[in-house]
């Protein structure tokens, strides 16, 4: 699952590259977007990814992975469950990123932060601050995909960079075309 063909066959495949209008979760439009639900609603294909992103940070031996709810939780599971380790994950709770729930981190903790699609790295560093306030050590972001140009402060793993044109609003040729604009996402700030 770590050759870049294969990942990009199976996201075709489940029918998870989408052509169209679409909202992202930065508020910015694209005419291609990502459907991660169709690789994270299978089992069979979401734990061969998730072990590829385990054996690369095994040997750094991460104490927990923090995901970003929603879309992160379930593959920041399945990574903890191939490390071993425990899985929790942020939310917001009035706006602001927190951990709820009874979840903790601890200053001894060495942690690694899984992302399911990384466009402009917004998530990850709300996920990023949270782990920081904690004290623990970052040994670096994870994700399925890197769709955007995000640039990170810590090491950060896609196992596929696929670059998606995306425009402010005010920017969007299809916009401007009259398309109608589609909302599939999850998160909204």
Known sequence: MTARFDLTEALERRGALLEGHFLLSSGRHSARFIQKFRILEDPSLLEPIARSIADVFAAQRPTVVVSAAVGGIVLGYEIARALGTRAIFVEKERGIPVLRRGFSLEPHDRVLVVEDVITT????????????RGGCQVLGVAAIVRRGDAELDVRTLALLDLP?????????????????LMDPGSRRA
């Open 121 to 132: 790295g917004g998530s990850v560093r709300e996920v990023l601050d949270v782990v920081r």
């Open 164 to 180: 998606l044109r995306s425009y402010d609003p005010d920017e969007c040729p299809q916009c401007v075309a009259g398309e109608p």
